[in-house]
C-alpha cells in the first residue's frame, strides 16, 4: 500500500479566500488545471505549493493537506494524480484525513486499461460540455438583461429629452 498527499486546494482557496484567477496567474497555470487540482483530478505541484506560501502567505499548507492510501488489489493502483495506472484490472483506494476518517472510497472494475481510460475521457468530455452549457445559458442571460438596460436607458432618454423640450418652451415664455 501507497501513501501520498493530496492539497484540498479548493477549501484552502475559500478559507484564504484566493481568486482561482488570481491564483492561476500568479502560479502560471490555467484556471482549468486549478478546478482539476480541486477535484483530485491533478496533483499539487511542488510551483504551486510554493506560489501558496510566498504570495499568498499560506503559512499551514500542511493542514490543508490529506493522505491518500492505495490498496493495490489485482494490480490496481492509482497514481499520484488520481487517476488509474494503466493496465489495471480493478480494486479500490481510500482517501483519508490526518485523523484516519475515511473521507471518500472509489472503486474501479475495468478489465483493461482502455475501458478506464475511456471512461476517465468521457468524464472530462462530460465536465467540459456541462461547463460549456452552463457558461452559454449564463451568456444567454447576461444579454437578455443588457438588452433591457438598453431599453430602459432608451426610455430614460426619451424622457429626459422630453423634458429638456418643456423646460425649453417654459424658459421662452
Not at 484567477?21 to 483530485?40: C, T
Amino acid at each position: 500500500m501507497a501513501t501520498i498527499k493530496r492539497l484540498k486546494l479548493k477549501e484552502l482557496r475559500e478559507d484564504y479566500k484566493i481568486d482561482r484567477g488570481d491564483l492561476a496567474e500568479r502560479a502560471g497555470f490555467s484556471k482549468n488545471f486549478l478546478s482539476m487540482v480541486e477535484k483530485g483530478r491533478r496533483g499539487a505541484s511542488d510551483k504551486l505549493r510554493q506560489v501558496l506560501i510566498d504570495q499568498f502567505h499560506v503559512d499551514n499548507l500542511e493542514d490543508y493537506e490529506i493522505e491518500v492510501e492505495t490498496d493495490d488489489v489485482n494490480g490496481f493502483s492509482f497514481d499520484n494524480h488520481g487517476q488509474l495506472n494503466n493496465g489495471q484490472k480493478g480494486g479500490t483506494a481510500t482517501y483519508y484525513d490526518f485523523k484516519g476518517q475515511d473521507l471518500q472510497t472509489a472503486t474501479a472494475t475495468s478489465t483493461s486499461s482502455k475501458p478506464a481510460t475511456l471512461d476517465v475521457m468521457t468524464s472530462v468530455v462530460n465536465d467540459y460540455l456541462n461547463r460549456n452549457q452552463e457558461l452559454q445559458r449564463d451568456k444567454d442571460k447576461l444579454n437578455e438583461e443588457l438588452s433591457e438596460a438598453k431599453k430602459k436607458i432608451e426610455e430614460l432618454e426619451s424622457t429626459v429629452l422630453s423634458l429638456q423640450n418643456k423646460l425649453d418652451r417654459l424658459s421662452k415664455k
